[in-house]
């Protein structure tokens, strides 16, 4: 933990954090002096900026250089943010607008809340599909395709859908598909696998192939648990300073294409209703260590739950980011209820 600061250093590393955020280059003393109005003189804030090194709030990359925020000193500037900025109401009105007007289906809403979020924090962005540790079946929808073959279509409660090719063995219309699918949605809905595994139903023998097909398609569903998410923002985290060049581009292409990302997400995130904000060396796998990342989780208990997250460097604007992850997963979270009532 941090020791405790007088008002005028935490000021003053305040002041650091925002310079250099803004800047991406060293803080140095006179610059502090010469730009904000702090009330002292240039020697106290010289003095001042040495005990916040030898506290570790901040580093030097050179003995003559100016200042860098270490992530102990970003942390305390966000433990201590007083307000966290209020998004413009044009974007607000806009993303809500586009999201009304979107397809009504997850993968939309999930590829929009990653593009708008990288856009507003200029870094990248991941959303995970909402998901419970099984999914549940909310309808099946049986359309003839040809007179031999017809298509399965699976609507899951997280709002997917998930289509499979039936080959039909004696010919069947329009009516008769929908007549099974109608049977087996009003016996079978709001079950997991399991416990449709687990029900004892009276079906005709084409009702079992189907209900084996739907079984087959659910298991694979959970057995994806990770792989359903979407990851928007490369260019803008190559952008940044620290990544845009060499080695450190490479890398951190490969952390953005890394299949374990969602996963390490998932891992991160808060219980439902609270954000998470991991710096830098805070994160639980080495990959993620250059990086900071704000996370918090979507949806609905019982129902289903996603996580929203921004990803940058640890120099990144951490009120607007908090307010940008807070704002799309509460406009995800009022669509998805209202989906489901």
């Not at 830098?280 to 250059?290: I, Q, T, Y």
Request: some cysteine.
């Amino acid at each position: 933990m941090w020791q405790m600061l007088t008002e005028r250093k935490s000021e003053l590393l305040k002041t650091l954090v925002e310079e250099y955020v803004g800047s991406a280059v060293p803080v140095s003393s006179e610059s502090v002096t010469r730009k904000h109005s702090l009330g002292v003189s240039s020697a106290t804030v010289r003095n001042d900026m040495a005990d916040l090194e030898d506290h570790g709030y901040i580093s030097r990359p050179h003995h003559s250089s100016g200042a860098v925020p270490s992530d102990k000193g970003y942390r305390f500037y966000v433990e201590t943010l007083s307000k966290v900025e209020e998004l413009p109401m044009e974007f607000q009105y806009t993303l809500r607008y586009q999201f009304a007007n979107a397809e009504r289906d997850i993968e939309a809403w999930t590829q929009l809340a990653a593009t708008a979020l990288s856009h507003l924090v200029n870094n990248a962005a991941i959303v995970t599909y909402p998901r419970e540790p099984e999914s549940r079946l909310m309808r099946i929808n049986l359309v003839q395709v040809q007179e031999s073959l017809a298509f399965l279509i699976l609507v899951l409660q997280e709002v997917k859908l998930r289509k499979l090719l039936l080959p039909l063995n004696e010919p069947l219309s329009n009516d008769d598909l929908q007549a099974v699918a109608n049977r087996l949605s009003a016996s079978l809905s709001g079950l997991s696998r399991q416990q449709i595994m687990a029900k004892t139903v009276d079906v005709s023998p084409f009702e079992r192939i189907v209900t084996d097909m739907v079984l087959d398609m659910m298991e694979a569903e959970d057995s994806a648990l990770y792989r359903d998410h979407y990851v928007e923002g490369l260019r803008q985290l190559l952008n940044q300073p620290e990544f845009s060049q060499g080695e450190k581009a490479r890398e951190m292409v490969e952390v953005l294409e890394d299949k374990d990302l969602p996963k390490v997400v998932l891992a991160e995130a808060p219980e439902w209703g609270h954000m998470k904000v991991i710096i830098g060396e805070e994160n639980r796998v080495d990959f993620l260590h250059p990086l900071s990342m704000v996370v918090c989780q979507y949806g609905l208990p019982g129902v289903g739950l996603g996580s929203i997250s921004a990803i940058g460097p640890t120099r990144m604007e951490y009120s607007r980011t908090i307010a940008g992850v807070r704002f799309i997963s509460s406009l995800m979270t009022d669509l998805l209820a209202q989906v489901h009532g």
